[in-house]
């Protein structure tokens, strides 16, 4: 290649590389607002928790009027800010300020409520005195059962699991006899078919009480 055109070469490879380097630097944000639920399924009308996070770079924030608040919703859909999401606040709260330069690192613990079963978005935004907007989290979904449901579902979950132990405890004491009687002889061996008929019987009855209690979850927990 000729000096001239690896000169080119070279410079291009080099804007490109500091191209690189400011669209990865672009994908840093300077402030977040994480909001995390850690129940994925929650009753209607009773509080759950909910822990809102929020990080921001040193001198960040200078740019903003004090104080920071943090201000959620819990909607079908979040719009493009608090005022422009339907449905009245579920929490609010006012940050404590850090010094002017500093970098900002808080978390807060929460108790909200959906009033009515569906899906619910967790719209969380933090903004200034101004109502100015620095960060959102519109990622953190939540799926509200009628009332009463989350202890119905409880109950069904733990009787299906006792179904699939039953289940499963039949299964081995056939595989158990099964050995046996291709061992046994005569009279044993007609005794331990009589209880493999037995057992298989009993397994069908299990497992028709696991699948009714199947059917159940998929009912309440849904």
């Not at 490879?13 to 380097?21: E, F, H, Q, T, V």
């Not at 009245?88 to 300020?97: F, G, Q, V």
Request: proline share 5%; net charge positive; glycine share 6%.
């Amino acid at each position: 290649m000729r000096r001239g055109a690896a000169v080119v070469f070279g410079t291009a490879c080099a804007a490109l590389l500091i191209l690189a380097a400011v669209a990865g630097a672009a994908l840093i944000e300077p402030v977040t607002i994480t909001a995390t639920a850690p129940e994925a399924q929650v009753e209607a009308g009773k509080p759950f928790k909910l822990e809102v996070a929020v990080e921001a770079e040193a001198a960040a924030l200078d740019i903003a009027a004090r104080p920071l608040k943090v201000r959620v919703k819990l909607a079908p859909e979040c719009g493009g800010s608090f005022a422009g999401t339907a449905g009245p606040a579920a929490y609010e709260a006012t940050l404590a300020s850090p010094p002017a330069g500093a970098a900002l690192s808080q978390t807060l613990s929460a108790k909200v409520t959906a009033p009515s079963p569906g899906t619910e978005v967790v719209c969380a935004f933090l903004e200034d005195a101004t109502e100015r907007q620095f960060a959102t989290d519109t990622e953190e979904e939540v799926t509200v059962l009628p009332a009463g449901a989350v202890k119905q579902c409880t109950a069904a979950t733990k009787q299906l699991q006792k179904a699939k132990k039953s289940l499963k405890r039949l299964e081995h004491r056939i595989k158990k006899v099964k050995r046996q009687v291709k061992k046994a002889h005569g009279a044993h061996r007609k005794a331990l078919a009589r209880k493999l008929h037995k057992l298989r019987a009993h397994k069908r009855k299990a497992a028709k009480r696991r699948q009714v209690a199947s059917r159940k979850v998929s009912g309440v927990c849904t």
